[in-house]
């Protein structure tokens, strides 16, 4: 796997290289391989998103650009290329020559607003993190991350050290299904139909043995309790101690896309234009890392459309 793995980073340019067992233990004396290769990539590097969004933003203003925020939908005219919005009690009407949907979690409700995607639902994963005791004696300098099963769409619980933003060194993330797009707190943001439907969903995929989802429920779903944690983490450090170890109060949750049709979870970037409008469905890991070149390609392709 680490071998596909490789080809395909140098097929997208990167700076990969396969490294053996001495090579690891100089980069991350803790860390073991249990084939004694590793995959390293010297450029990879640890950001916050909420910094470059912000830059972004300020960006967009000095060019007199308006950000409307907690805005919701109401009304859409594709004839007439507008949409009006609500924010905060004010109601604003957008015009638009071409319109991109990027809303991640509400991306297919959105999507179904201009009558596309309706094949696809989406199926929200929380992601919770543990972190390492700042009382801990293990130390790392770099991301450590297992071989991914590429039948899975997620990536395996690692850790990634962040001591020039801040002293933590995060585990994680978990991926067990969320109740509700918006369940970032524990009773907070449930949507019981779409938790039912969600569960039923996944259910079927495990029974059915589709893309690998028995080594799903097996390896990641329960990795939000600690023992089951440590068996995976122990694989990769193995001097790691259950003491070492403490909740974070890190969590997200990933916008993942399920085809009805196909009865499979989709495993790759996807949009779909329709007419005067483009919709992100899918934009999975690493979303954030590719998100400058993504958008580069999808607004390329779109100019395709006009020319």
């Not at 925020?69 to 004839?79: C, H, L, M, P, R």
């Not at 959105?110 to 596309?116: D, H, T």
Request: proline content about 5%; aromatic content about 10%; hydrophobic content about 40%.
């Amino acid at each position: 796997m680490i071998d596909v793995l490789y080809e395909r980073g140098l097929e997208n340019g990167a700076d990969v290289s396969i490294l053996g067992k001495s090579a690891i233990s100089q980069i991350a004396p803790i860390a073991r391989s249990s084939t004694g290769r590793g995959l390293w990539s010297p450029g990879t590097s640890v950001t916050q998103p909420k910094i470059v969004i912000k830059k972004l933003e300020e960006e967009l203003s000095c060019k007199g650009v308006k950000v409307i925020k907690g805005a919701n939908i109401i009304n859409v005219d594709e004839d007439n290329k507008f949409l009006d919005i609500m924010s905060k009690g004010e109601l604003f009407r957008i015009r638009y020559i071409h319109l991109y949907n990027c809303t991640g979690l509400h991306s297919d409700r959105i999507a179904k607003l201009f009558n596309v995607g309706k094949e696809y639902l989406l199926l929200p994963f929380k992601g919770l993190y543990w972190r390492v005791k700042k009382s801990s004696n293990i130390s790392l300098s770099t991301n450590l991350y297992p071989v991914p099963d590429l039948n899975v769409p997620f990536l395996g619980v690692h850790f990634t050290p962040s001591a020039e933003l801040d002293p933590t060194i995060h585990i994680g993330p978990t991926a067990i299904p969320a109740l509700g797009r918006e369940n970032y707190e524990k009773f907070k943001g449930i949507e019981p139909f779409m938790t039912f439907r969600n569960f039923t969903i996944l259910a079927n995929q495990y029974i059915n043995n589709k893309n690998g989802f028995r080594n799903y429920a097996r390896d990641q779903a329960f990795l939000s309790l600690r023992p089951l944690l440590m068996e995976q983490i122990k694989l990769i450090i193995p001097e790691i101690d259950i003491n070492d170890i403490e909740k974070s109060n890190k969590v997200g949750i990933r916008a993942q896309l399920f085809n009805k049709k196909k009865n499979e979870i989709v495993d790759d970037f996807l949009y779909v234009n329709s007419g005067s409008s483009t919709h992100i469905l899918n934009a999975i890991s690493p979303a954030f890392t590719a998100s400058f070149s993504l958008a580069d390609l999808i607004i390329d392709e779109t100019i395709n459309i006009y020319t």
